[in-house]
């Protein structure tokens, strides 16, 4: 990295190769770049290559405590449990908690005051999810609590369907529409559910395994062991609906009642979470998020449904110890399209994201960020996805620090043109890259810049393969 591009961290971090303490650069135009008076990153971290883990200088909580009081001082609490809740309870105690999360929020706007909404564990579906069609978008400031597993999506129940009639090794009934169906007794290599692929027909269906369609109102599945669909074992997510929606330029945390505690986000047109205001707030707010998977997002009616949808933030959108995986297009998304002039700043942190990029689409990441976003990744953990693991366009500055990134596929066979590739840049984007873990198979890039953007890596371990494309400026 070119020597006037850096510039020196008084903090000090453990190396990757030396597990010693060494002092860390930071890309000096990146340093100018963030300019969040709330909070400057203090970035360390100690860089083993089977995990690395590092930090920011700030708790998830400490951070979201800068912006509101709804998670340490709330004035008003709501609790919801999908087992024992009813919405006609007022939400008050755990006794008279709500059944939906959308029913508390909207309990919270009406309060009208930084409130708290702490999730009992357990399965919420559409129905009793966040968003509602609308009526759960928060407009105040709130601190979602999980208690125990909370997965929230975009599946409706179903009562058990019986043999189709003409196609019989499908079982059927009737349904408008999905975008994806997965197989609850199946995992695949990265720990998530195995999905059913969608086909033309009923008919391919039938003689397809682990397969469905929708044709005239009426859902086909076939699923790998040939069993009846149930709830249990297969779940079918809706299309042209939101999971988590965020209209509002309001602080939002999603937090863990303790470390058994997850949120679980399955399925969303857009994004399994969507934070995107249609509005600029007078101060900057925060969008925080602590141990949380996305996964399923989009499907082949909403052909662009990533794990993590962030737009015109006006503030900082941070996951901490997340994952964002099985996505029809991107892993993470960034970007800052309501008022572009406006900086948005956003970071991950002992994140990563997985196999995405599912269907058809093309140019789909693991972390992408667009329009003037700031960005910064610590200790990222990246494989198998799909048009380029770290993208970077228009006029933003990214920095990924530590990142592990393995096995883009590219999006050549999608119809695309994006080679296999770990990090692009595109238009005046310029991207940071220290100490990295990089590997590939067959051919592909390490950097690839495209005219008029800029990639400086340091520390990189030398590739097998072609480590630079592109007509833009690469430093390594």
Request: hydrophobic content about 35%; glycine content about 10%; proline content about 5%.
């Amino acid at each position: 990295m070119a020597a006037s591009d850096t510039t020196t961290l008084s903090s000090r971090i453990s190396s990757r190769r030396s597990f010693s303490d060494a002092p860390i650069s930071l890309p000096a135009p990146w340093v100018t770049a963030w300019r969040l008076a709330e909070f400057t990153p203090d970035v360390h971290y100690y860089g083993d290559p089977r995990a690395p883990r590092g930090g920011v200088g700030l708790t998830p909580e400490e951070l979201f405590d800068r912006f509101s009081v709804a998670r340490k001082s709330p004035l008003a609490t709501f609790y919801v449990n999908v087992g024992t809740g009813a919405d006609g309870n007022n939400g008050l105690t755990p006794g008279t908690a709500k059944k939906t999360i959308g029913a508390a929020i909207v309990a919270a706007n009406t309060a009208a005051v930084p409130s708290q909404i702490i999730i009992a564990a357990g399965d919420y579906n559409r129905t009793n999810g966040f968003y509602q069609g609308g009526t759960g978008a928060p407009a105040v400031d709130i601190s979602f609590i999980a208690s125990g597993l909370v997965t929230a999506g975009t599946w409706d129940d179903y009562a058990t369907p019986s043999a189709d009639a003409t196609f019989t090794n499908t079982y059927s009934f009737a349904l408008a529409n999905a975008n994806r169906v997965i197989d609850l007794t199946q995992i695949d290599r990265f720990g998530n559910y195995v999905e059913l692929t969608p086909v033309s027909t009923p008919a391919i269906c039938n003689r397809t395994p682990n397969s469905w369609v929708i044709n005239a109102g009426t859902i086909y599945l076939n699923r790998a062991d040939g069993a009846q669909p149930t709830q249990a074992t297969t779940r079918i997510f809706r299309a042209n609906v939101d999971n988590m929606r965020v209209t509002n330029p309001v602080n939002i945390f999603l937090g863990i009642a303790d470390n058994n505690s997850l949120w679980d986000f399955q399925g969303g047109q857009v994004g399994c979470v969507r934070y995107n205001p249609t509005t600029k707030p007078a101060a900057n707010k925060a969008f925080v998020v602590r141990r949380a998977n996305f996964r399923y997002g989009g499907g082949s009616t909403n052909t662009t449904g990533n794990g993590v949808a962030v737009d015109s933030i006006h503030g900082i959108a941070a996951f901490y110890h997340c994952q964002a995986d099985t996505n029809w297009s991107d892993g993470f998304n960034f970007k800052n399209a309501l008022t572009p002039s406006t900086r948005g700043y956003c970071m991950t942190v002992n994140s990563g994201a997985d196999d995405n990029g599912r269907g058809a689409s093309q140019s789909n990441n693991g972390w992408t960020s667009h329009n003037d976003v700031t960005g910064l990744d610590v200790c990222g953990i990246y494989e198998g996805n799909r048009g380029g693991t770290y993208r970077s366009i228009d006029t933003t500055i990214s920095w990924a620090v530590s990142p592990v990134v393995k096995d883009d596929f590219g999006d050549l066979w999608a119809g695309g043109t994006i080679q296999p590739t770990m990090f692009r840049a595109d238009n005046s984007a310029r991207v940071y890259v220290t100490d990295p873990m990089l590997d590939i198979k067959g051919t592909g890039f390490r950097f690839y810049a495209a005219a008029g953007a800029y990639i400086a890596s340091n520390n990189a371990i030398p590739s097998r393969f072609t480590d630079y494309a592109g007509a833009g400026a690469i430093i390594d």
